[in-house]
């Protein structure tokens, strides 16, 4: 019995499940032989895919890929994480254009210095470059699958150096232990307070002489603000609460909020940050960021495990809670 209820659920899962397989190899046994491979999946949230470039003398590269999309599309457009030489990095993004009636897949990419081509089901690539993985090996960041109900964000690459810096000296003190195994654990299993070092570090506030609170997220709902429990963060105030606004002119006491959405299950970690600034007018903004980070938590911290920081992006918002006034929040 037991055996037919697991054939059953193996027979659902591929109905909700759907794949193809695309690949091309090159001088096969010989010096300069290279080849590429891609799964495709299709499931209810969108498309999943991974991909391998392969050259045996120099260059592996892997690329995990993701968005919206269905079997029907005849092309997609996809979100990319990079993978080389023991280094994660956000890839941008990537076409994939179906031809000859789904018999060959045209790929073009940041990465690709030219647009691959690969072909259905090629069997000498899956014989040399292995089974591809699987869906639930795909990394992802789930967020890319969410639309975006506020208002429109205008963001750019934050370009300022230090938060990697800051981030490779992290990871070091938790290889080399120098920090206690309550903070190595907290680190480890906390992105949040991983977003509030590097911030810390980088001179936007002081953890040590900050006051910090739980973060609690206001959203409207029915008719009223009610506490959204998918989100989980920290609040640091720059000043006490007994600081008086009237007299901070120059803005100087600031609020930052560090959250997550955890109803995002993917491997890859959106945190926002808010830089809120004393602001006494009807209508206010204020600094913000965009951060992903993935910890590579399945390989030892000496070959490549850690945290890495995928992409950090940054803006100015409106307060959601404040409307009309000038640019930007108008």
Not at 94 to 109: C, M, Q, V
Not at 312 to 327: A, I, N, W
Request: with cysteine; charged share 25%; hydrophobic share 30%.
């Amino acid at each position: 019995m037991i055996k037919i209820t697991f054939i059953l659920c193996q027979i659902f899962f591929s109905l909700l499940i759907s794949q193809d397989y695309y690949g091309a190899m090159k001088n096969i046994g010989k010096i300069s032989e290279n080849g590429a491979d891609i799964i495709i999946y299709y499931d209810n949230k969108g498309v999943r895919a991974y991909m391998h470039y392969y050259d045996n003398r120099y260059d592996n590269t892997s690329f995990y890929l993701f968005g919206r999309g269905d079997k029907n599309d005849k092309s997609l457009q996809l979100r990319s994480l990079i993978a080389s030489e023991g280094s994660y990095w956000d890839g941008g993004v990537y076409i994939l254009e179906f031809l000859d009636d789904r018999n060959r897949i045209l790929i073009n990419g940041n990465r690709l210095a030219n647009p691959l081509v690969l072909l259905k089901n090629d069997k000498d690539s899956r014989r040399i470059l292995g089974e591809p993985l699987k869906i639930e090996d795909i990394i992802v960041d789930e967020s890319y699958f969410e639309e975006y109900q506020g208002r429109q964000l205008e963001l750019s690459k934050y370009e300022k150096s230090g938060f990697g810096e800051s981030l490779a000296s992290l990871n070091n003190l938790i290889l080399t232990k120098k920090l206690s195994p309550k903070a190595i654990k907290n680190f480890d299993s906390d992105p949040v307070l991983v977003a509030t070092f590097l911030f810390s570090e980088n001179g936007f506030f002081s953890l040590s002489t900050s006051t910090l609170e739980k973060y609690e997220k206001n959203i409207y709902k029915d008719g009223s603000y009610i506490v959204d429990p998918n989100f989980k963060g920290y609040t640091y105030k720059t000043c006490g609460d007994d600081y008086d606004p009237e007299e901070d002119y120059e803005g100087k006491c600031k609020t930052l909020n560090f959250y997550q959405n955890t109803s995002f299950s993917g491997d890859i970690v959106f945190i926002e940050v808010e830089i809120h600034s004393t602001c006494l007018d009807d209508s206010c903004s204020h600094e913000y960021h965009q951060l992903r980070l993935f910890n590579n938590s399945k390989v030892d911290r000496n070959y490549g495990g850690g945290w890495y920081l995928i992409s950090h992006k940054s803006g100015v918002r409106c307060d959601e809670l404040r409307g009309g006034g000038s640019p930007p929040c108008l």
